[in-house]
C-alpha cells in the first residue's frame, strides 16, 4: 500500500516548496489509493517555535488538503535511540570519542591536503572492550554509522524523477546517528521514523538526493523494507538562486497569497505547474482533475522558476490562475469566501443571501483575487468608494449631470425596478432629450461605481437597489 509522508521542521512559516512537496505527496496518495501522513520533524529544539508550527498547520489547512495520519518526532526519540543502538549492536556503528567540533553530525576535513573527510581510523578501529571502557568512564561520543569501505560496494537506487542513482560507498563519511548528547541526528531519526511507519515512498526535495545513499545504508542495517524514492527539482528566483527565507521573506511564504486573496484550489493549481505538467498543455486544472492527472513521470528534472519582483511578491502566472478559477467558482462558495473578506474590510454583505451571490457573481468577471472585491467592488457593499478620473471625466461631459440627475428622479418613480425597467427609463430620457444613449450609460456606471469598466450597465443599476442608485445618481 502506498503511504507517503510530508515532514517540516517548525523552524519557520510555510515555506512555497515546502507547500509543493506536501501537495505532491498528498496527490500522489489520493491518485494511488494510499496513505498521506504528516510527520512534524520538530527534534531542533533551538531553532523550533510554536509560532512557526502554527504557521505551517494554518498553511496546510488552507491549501484544504487533509492527511489521515501525524506524528511529531519529538514524542518518538526513545524510537530513535533504540534503532541508532540496534544498529551499533548489529556491528554498523561505532562510538567516536574525538573531541566535537563546530558539529557532530557532519565531521569536516582535519587536514585539507587529505581530501574530504570520510572517518576517523582511530575511532573505527577501536576495539570492543576500549570503546566500552571509555563510555563507562563517561567520555562523549558520536555514534557514527560504518560505512562499509574498501569492498567496492555501490549504493544505488532509481529515483523517480532523476532516474539510476549510485555513489561508491568509500565516497560516503561516517555520518552520526547519535549526537555526543545522546540525541539522534536528522538522518537517524528520519530513517527510524520511516521505517517505523512503513513509509513506502519518499517524495522531498532534489537537496535531498545526496542523503539517500547514507538513508538507503540505515534501512539496510535495520533490516527494514527500502522505500521509493523521489526528489523534486527545486524552486528558484528570477535569478536563478534558490529561494530562501532570509533572502526573499514574504516572496517564498504560502500565507502571502492567502493573504493577497488567492483561492487555495487555485493556490495549488499554480504550485503544481511549477516542475510538473500533464503533458497535454493544461494549465488551469480542478483538485479533481489534478488528482487524475498526476504521475511522477510529470515531474521535471530542471529547477522551477517563481517570478516576482522587488515591488510585487505574486508571480503573474498565479495571478491569471486564480482569475480563472475565479470566474467559474461554484458562486455559492465563492460568496462564503467573499463574506470574510469584505468584514475585515468593514464591509457587510447584501442581504438577502440569494442577492448577495448573485451580485458577487455579475461583478467578478473582472477581479483577479477575493481581496478585489473589497477594493475594486467597494461601491457594491458601501456608499464610500474612490471615483477614479476617467470616471469624472465621464460625469463633466456635456449635460451628463443633469440628465443623471433627471434619471434618478424618473428611476425613484418607476412602478417596478428592473434591469429593464430601467433601461427603457433611460432610453426613453435620451431620446427625449435628443442625445445618445451612451452618454446616460457611462455617465451612470460613472456616478453609480466611481469607475468606467465593469459588468453590464443595467446590471449595475439591480445590484445597486433603487434606493441606492436614486441617491447616487441625485448626488452627481
Not at 30 to 43: E, H, Q
Not at 53 to 66: A, K, P, T, V
Not at 193 to 209: E, M, N, P, V, Y
Not at 333 to 339: E, F, I
Request: glycine share 6%.
Amino acid at each position: 500500500m502506498v503511504r507517503v509522508r510530508f515532514a517540516p521542521s517548525p523552524t519557520g512559516y510555510l515555506h512555497i516548496g515546502s507547500a509543493r512537496t506536501f501537495i505532491f505527496n498528498w496527490l500522489y496518495a489520493r491518485r494511488n489509493g494510499g496513505t498521506m501522513i504528516l510527520r512534524i520533524d520538530d527534534t531542533d529544539v533551538e531553532r523550533n517555535t510554536e509560532a512557526s508550527l502554527n504557521s505551517i498547520y494554518d498553511g496546510l489547512r488552507w491549501l484544504e488538503m487533509d492527511w489521515n495520519e501525524e506524528y511529531k518526532q519529538s514524542d518518538r526519540i526513545e524510537l530513535h535511540k533504540k534503532a541508532a543502538w540496534a544498529i551499533f549492536e548489529a556491528g554498523h556503528a561505532y562510538r567516536d570519542f574525538t573531541p566535537a567540533t563546530n558539529t557532530d553530525d557532519e565531521a569536516t576535513s582535519a587536514s585539507s591536503t587529505r581530501g574530504p573527510w570520510l572517518c576517523n581510523p582511530g575511532m573505527r578501529e577501536l576495539t570492543a572492550e576500549e570503546s566500552e571502557r571509555r563510555a563507562a568512564a563517561g567520555e562523549p561520543f558520536v555514534l557514527r554509522f560504518r560505512v562499509p569501505r574498501g569492498a567496492g560496494r555501490t549504493i544505488t537506487f532509481a529515483d523517480g524523477v532523476y532516474g539510476e542513482q549510485s555513489k561508491s560507498a568509500d565516497d560516503v563519511e561516517d555520518f552520526a546517528l547519535l549526537r555526543s548528547n545522546g540525541m539522534p541526528t536528522y538522518h537517524m531519526a528520519s530513517c527510524a521514523d520511516d521505517a517505523d511507519i512503513r513509509i513506502s515512498t519518499i517524495i522531498r526535495g532534489q537537496d535531498h538526493l545526496s542523503n539517500t545513499f547514507k538513508h538507503i545504508l540505515i534501512f539496510e542495517a535495520l533490516k527494514a523494507e527500502i522505500p521509493q524514492f523521489a526528489h523534486l527539482p527545486l524552486l528558484v528566483a528570477p535569478d536563478g538562486a534558490k529561494l530562501s527565507k532570509r533572502k526573499h521573506g514574504p516572496v517564498v511564504s504560502v500565507t502571502t497569497y492567502r493573504d493577497a486573496g488567492f483561492l487555495p484550489h487555485s493556490y495549488v493549481n499554480f504550485l503544481c505547474l511549477l516542475g510538473w505538467s500533464p503533458k497535454d498543455n493544461r494549465e488551469q486544472m480542478s483538485r479533481q482533475e489534478l488528482m487524475e492527472s498526476f504521475s511522477l513521470a510529470g515531474v521535471n528534472r530542471s529547477n522551477a522558476v517563481v517570478n516576482f519582483s522587488e515591488e510585487d511578491p505574486i508571480d503573474p502566472k498565479a495571478i491569471w490562475l486564480n482569475s480563472q478559477h475565479l470566474r467559474v467558482w461554484p458562486v455559492e462558495d465563492l460568496a462564503a469566501r467573499v463574506r470574510p473578506v469584505l468584514a475585515s474590510a468593514g464591509l457587510a454583505a447584501l442581504e438577502p443571501e440569494s442577492h448577495f451571490q448573485w451580485v458577487v457573481d455579475t461583478i467578478r468577471s473582472r477581479f483577479f483575487t477575493l481581496n478585489d472585491f473589497a477594493t475594486k467592488g467597494r461601491a457594491y457593499f458601501a456608499d464610500d468608494f474612490p471615483m477614479q478620473p476617467e470616471a469624472v471625466a465621464k460625469l463633466d461631459a456635456a449635460q451628463a449631470r443633469e440628465l443623471l440627475r433627471e434619471l434618478a428622479v424618473r428611476i425613484e418613480a418607476l412602478p417596478e425596478f428592473s434591469e429593464a425597467s430601467v433601461e427603457a427609463a433611460l432610453r426613453a430620457l435620451a431620446e427625449e432629450k435628443g442625445v445618445k444613449a451612451g452618454l446616460l450609460i457611462n455617465g451612470s456606471r460613472a456616478a453609480l461605481t466611481g469607475q468606467t469598466v465593469g459588468p453590464s450597465a443595467f446590471a449595475v443599476f439591480a445590484a445597486l437597489g433603487r434606493e441606492r442608485v436614486v441617491k447616487r445618481l441625485s448626488a452627481v
